[in-house]
C-alpha cells in the first residue's frame, strides 16, 4: 500500500490538487481499454502523462514511449547514463508500489499531474488495493501482467494499443517471442541430470538466493540450468538465505552472480573454495547496465539474458554473436546505438 502520511501542508496541497481535479473538465476524448487483468477502464484517448507503479512496468513503459514517463521508480546510476535515453535523465524519483524503489507518495504522484496510472498485476499485488490507492487521486489505473517472459510480448501488444505505438510494440513482441522459441528448441532435449548445475548468488556474501520455481530465477530455468536450489516462492522480494554448507552439497558448476565483489570474495574463501564452481573460477556475473538481464527488477532484459544464458550453459547447442545481439537489443528496446567500448562494460 503506499504511504498516505506527510506533513499537514502537503495535505493541503493534496486537497488543493483533488479539487481541480474535482472542477477540471473531464478528458475531451477518452475510450474503454481492457486490461491484462480483464477489467474494462475508461482511460484517456491518448494518455501523455502515465506513471508506471512498480519498476517491471516503467521499465517496459520505457521502451516503448520513454517520453510519456512522469517519474522513474529508482535513482539511475551515474555510471549508467550513457545507457539511458535522453527523455529520461531528469525524471524524477517517485517510488513505487512493488518491489525495489521507496513507498510511493500519492501527494507527490497527485502534483504530477498523472493521466494514466499502469500498476502491475503481479503475484503478491492486492489487486483492489491498488486501484482503491490511485482512485484517491482520481487517475484511472490499468494493470499490466508481467509474471513471465512470455507476459512481456503479450504486455507489448497492449501498451501498444494504449500509446498509439502498435507497430513498435509488435515488432517488440515478436523479439521475445522468437527468442524464446529459439532457445526452448534448442534446450528442450537436455535431460534433466544432464542440466548444468547452477548457483544464483545475490547478494555480496553470496549467501541469498531465490529457489528454482521463483519468479526471480525464471530465465536459469528457460535457459535449461538447473538451479540447485529446488523449492517453492515464499515471498515477493525473495532473497532466501542459504549456508555456504549447503551450496558446496549441491555441487554447483557454474555461479552466476549480482554482485561484481563477490568472485574475489569466493576466491579468497577457505570456505568457498570447497564449493566446486569456484574450484573450476567458474564465476559469472551478471550484466546490468542500464537495466539487469536477469532480475531486480525482472524485465524484457531477460529476452536478452535467456540467449546470453543459453550460450553461456550449452554453446555448441545455443551459439550466439554476444556482442552483435546486445548492439541489436539495445537499438530496438533501449533505443541507443552502443559502441564497441559501452559492450565491454557492460560485460565486465
Known amino acids: 500500500m503506499p504511504s498516505t502520511s506527510g506533513l499537514a501542508p502537503v495535505r493541503l496541497l493534496l486537497c488543493a490538487l483533488l479539487a481541480l481535479f474535482a472542477c477540471a473538465p473531464a478528458h475531451a476524448q477518452t475510450r474503454e481499454v481492457t486490461d491484462m487483468a480483464g477489467r474494462k477502464v475508461a482511460i484517456p484517448a491518448d494518455p501523455k502523462r502515465i506513471f508506471g507503479a512498480a519498476p517491471p512496468v516503467a521499465v517496459t513503459l520505457y521502451a516503448i514511449a520513454p517520453e510519456r514517463l512522469i517519474g522513474i521508480n529508482v535513482p539511475m546510476r551515474g555510471d549508467e547514463k550513457s545507457l539511458y535515453r535522453k527523455e529520461a535523465l531528469d525524471l524524477p524519483v517517485l517510488g513505487s508500489n512493488a518491489g525495489m524503489g521507496r513507498q510511493l507518495n500519492l501527494e507527490e504522484i497527485a502534483a504530477m499531474r498523472p493521466d494514466l496510472i499502469i500498476a502491475w498485476l503481479g503475484f503478491y499485488q492486492e489487486k483492489a488495493k491498488v486501484v482503491e490507492s490511485f482512485a484517491k487521486i482520481g487517475v484511472p489505473v490499468i494493470f499490466l501482467k508481467l509474471d513471465t517472459l512470455d507476459d512481456y510480448a503479450d504486455a507489448f501488444a497492449f501498451l501498444g494499443q494504449v500509446v498509439g505505438r502498435e507497430s513498435k ?5 515478436a523479439y521475445i517471442r522468437d527468442a524464446l522459441a529459439r532457445v526452448r528448441e534448442a534446450t528442450a532435449d537436455i535431460p534433466p541430470a544432464e542440466r548444468l548445475r547452477v548457483y544464483y548468488a545475490e ?14 530465477t525464471e530465465p536459469i530455468v528457460i535457459a535449461a540450468g538447473d538451479n540447485i536450489y529446488h523449492c517453492e516462492q ?5 532473497m532466501d538465505k542459504i549456508s555456504v554448507e ?3 552439497a549441491q555441487k554447483p558448476s557454474l555461479i552466476l552472480t549480482q554482485d561484481k565483489s563477490f568472485p574475489a570474495l569466493a576466491k579468497s574463501s577457505a570456505l568457498w ?17 542500464p537495466f539487469n538481464w536477469l532480475d531486480r527488477p525482472p524485465s524484457y532484459m531477460r529476452a536478452l539474458g535467456i540467449q546470453w544464458l543459453a ?5 555448441s547447442r545455443f551459439p550466439l554473436d554476444v556482442k552483435a545481439e546486445t548492439k541489436k537489443f539495445y537499438r530496438l528496446f533501449l533505443g541507443v546505438d552502443i559502441s564497441d567500448a559501452d559492450f565491454t562494460r557492460i560485460m565486465e
Open 169 to 173: 510494440a509488435a515488432e517488440m513482441s
Open 203 to 216: 547478494s555480496a556474501d553470496g549467501l541469498a538466493t531465490d529457489c528454482d520455481k521463483s519468479f526471480h
Open 234 to 238: 515464499s515471498s515477493h522480494v525473495g
Open 246 to 248: 549447503q551450496i558446496v
Open 273 to 289: 573454495r570447497n564449493v566446486e564452481a569456484v574450484k573450476s573460477g567458474r564465476i559469472v556475473t551478471v550484466p546490468h547496465a
Open 311 to 315: 550460450n553461456l550453459f550449452y554453446p
